[in-house]
């Protein structure tokens, strides 16, 4: 089973950018499917982006223009390059890999 790592959350202002980055060990991630949630206080978990396995990529439509998921197989790794950021964006927000999920990185949009 692949064991996920989230990284580069943090507190920052509206209008800025963030990228996050999912890490994967324990297995290969490639041809595999790759999904950012988010859930934001009070709120239930939000689909936030995928990228297939042949590396078609969604988005949520609130995101859509904002956000873009990107893989690196080579290095295990998923981003989430996000910009346009605001409030409303403040979330706990996870990678899964089917059947796994990382811890979460915490990301905070102040106004």
């Known amino acids: 089973q692949v064991q996920l790592l989230e990284s580069g959350g943090g507190l920052v202002q509206a209008g800025a950018s963030l990228r996050l980055s999912c890490s994967a060990s324990?297995?290969?991630?490639?041809?595999?499917?790759v999904t950012w949630y988010r859930r934001a206080p009070g709120k239930e978990r939000e689909f936030v982006a995928v990228?297939?396995?042949?590396?078609?990529?969604y988005y949520t439509n609130s995101v859509k223009g904002r956000f873009t998921i990107s893989r690196d197989d080579a290095q295990e790794t998923v981003y989430l390059e996000m910009t346009s950021l605001n409030p409303e964006d403040t979330a706990m927000y996870y990678c899964?890999?089917?059947?796994?999920w990382g811890p979460g990185t915490q990301v905070t949009v102040s106004s």
């Open positions: 899964t890999i089917d059947p796994s």
């Open positions: 324990g297995r290969t991630f490639s041809g595999y499917p």
């Open positions: 990228s297939t396995k042949s590396g078609q990529t």
